[in-house]
């Protein structure tokens, strides 16, 4: 059995992202909640990537931290001056001459391309090839490097477009970019590259010359063109997210989830959507939120960090905020807010409610219009309700306090001291009533608007 070939990925992540108009670099602008560095990171990983080097602009703390957030072993090298792709792949010099049998120099800013095109990249080396070059058809080839072929199919060279001939600018195979090379001959064909061309920079595309010339075997692995492109600007970036769209809810569906109406639900790229789920429209759910088999979210509602637990039920309207924890089902209703709680098997939430900082326990209700005050303008602290106790409606919990299991808070109650299991608790004033009072009020008051002496 062969011996597994290892991997290096150069990643380049310098570009300022000009036409993004923004103060954040263009790589870590996100795509279903994940920057696109970290699209080029996981896409590498599924590749069976173990090395990632990480090329950024001077001054790039941001997007180093980005790297290492999802890569925490990423070497990190900084390109100085902008001399083209070649230059910014040598940038990274000391991680490539640490050796490898497959060097991938991948792009932050093409966050599309899946793992499993990169692993074909891999394959090609694995067949005999020096080098290898992913393109595409394109429909417009405008502006793109063209992928030139011989008679029989071979590659022989990537043409830019302000040095390609007329016959050449006919081509429709275009270059996507990344490309592959023989860890082994990397630097000895990356060192030869020249700035001899129309805009005097080191092009990565003349590797393909240069390997030929040395007799080395070629491969071109071809991905749709959807795949392969670039987010340079803010449109770009809302087409990109699309696709990631498409794909993540035709992944969820594949799974075992019914998405009632698909174009309207948002997924991030890490949700976890368990089987016989059911999404309803205009749902969206942001990063870290994983849902159990069997679960309900109803429209209109939005989720994030939130752990939903088999057959709980959520929304419609419901908003789930970092640390909300729904047991197997538990209900959270319409115009409803969870953060930073637990809801216990069984419990429900069910109207026009704020959950934040709270422990409910199994098959608690909390009526409509209970709020945990859990902030005193300096700190949090923690509402813990136990099981079976039951929250009249228009109840405010001042925090910290305790409601014991099997408790009855009388609706309308202000509770700032802990209540005891079983017991009834009532915090409100006494009613009180005057008989006939109003009859004698409205007299006096139309007394006094015919007198005129109304304000």
Not at 43 to 64: H, K
Not at 257 to 286: K, Y
Request: charged letters at 20%; a neutral charge; one cysteine or more.
């Amino acid at each position: 059995m062969p011996t597994p070939r290892n991997a290096l990925a150069v990643i380049l992540a310098a570009g300022e992202g000009t036409r993004m108009k923004s103060d954040r670099p263009k790589v870590l602008h996100e795509i279903a909640s994940r920057s696109l560095l970290a699209h080029a990171l996981s896409s590498a990983a599924e590749a069976g990537v173990g090395r990632v080097a990480v090329v950024v602009g001077p001054g790039r703390d941001d997007v180093c931290a980005e790297a290492r957030r999802y890569a925490p072993e990423a070497e990190i090298f900084v390109q100085s001056e902008r001399r083209g792709t070649a230059h910014a792949v040598l940038a990274a010099r000391a991680a490539i001459a640490k050796g490898c049998d497959d060097l991938l120099v991948l792009f932050a800013d093409t966050p599309l391309v899946e793992g499993r095109t990169i692993a074909a990249l891999r394959a090609a080396l694995a067949a005999g090839a020096s080098v290898a070059v992913l393109g595409f058809e394109a429909s417009d080839p405008f502006g793109y490097g063209r992928v030139l072929r011989d008679a029989g199919g071979r590659l022989i060279a990537i043409r830019e477009e302000k040095d390609a001939s007329e016959a050449e600018r006919a081509v429709t195979l275009c270059n996507a970019g990344l490309m592959a090379i023989d860890g082994g001959e990397a630097l000895a064909l990356l060192d030869r590259i020249d700035n001899k061309n129309a805009k005097g920079e080191f092009y990565l595309t003349d590797v393909v010359e240069l390997a030929r010339a040395a007799g080395c075997e070629m491969g071109v692995v071809v991905a749709d063109e959807s795949e392969v492109q670039g987010v340079n600007d803010r449109m770009q970036l809302a087409q990109a997210e699309a696709v990631v769209q498409t794909r993540l809810r035709r992944a969820a569906m594949a799974g075992g989830a019914t998405l009632i109406a698909p174009e309207t639900v948002f997924l991030s790229a890490d949700t976890v959507i368990g089987r016989d789920v059911t999404i309803e429209p205009h749902v969206v759910i942001g990063p870290a939120v994983v849902i159990g088999d069997g679960a309900v979210i109803h429209s209109f509602s939005h989720l994030e960090g939130a752990r939903i637990g088999e057959g709980a039920a959520v929304g419609p309207f419901a908003r789930l905020r970092p640390g909300a924890a729904l047991a197997q089902n538990a209900k959270v209703g319409n115009f409803v807010e969870i953060k930073n709680a637990n809801l216990a098997q069984g419990a429900k939430v069910n109207h026009l409610t704020y959950i934040g900082d709270a422990d409910i326990g199994a098959n608690a209700n909390i009526g409509a219009g209970t709020i945990t005050c859990n902030y005193d303008g300096f700190l949090k602290s923690r509402t813990r309700i136990g099981e079976n106790a039951f929250i009249g409606s228009n109840s405010a919990l001042v925090a910290p306090v305790t409601i014991g299991a099997g408790a009855y808070i009388g609706s309308g109650s202000v509770i700032t001291k802990d209540v005891a299991p079983d017991a009834l608790a009532v915090a409100r004033g006494r009613q009180m009533e005057k008989a006939g009072w109003a009859v004698s009020f409205r007299a006096a008051q139309a007394e006094k608007k015919a007198k005129g002496k109304t304000s």
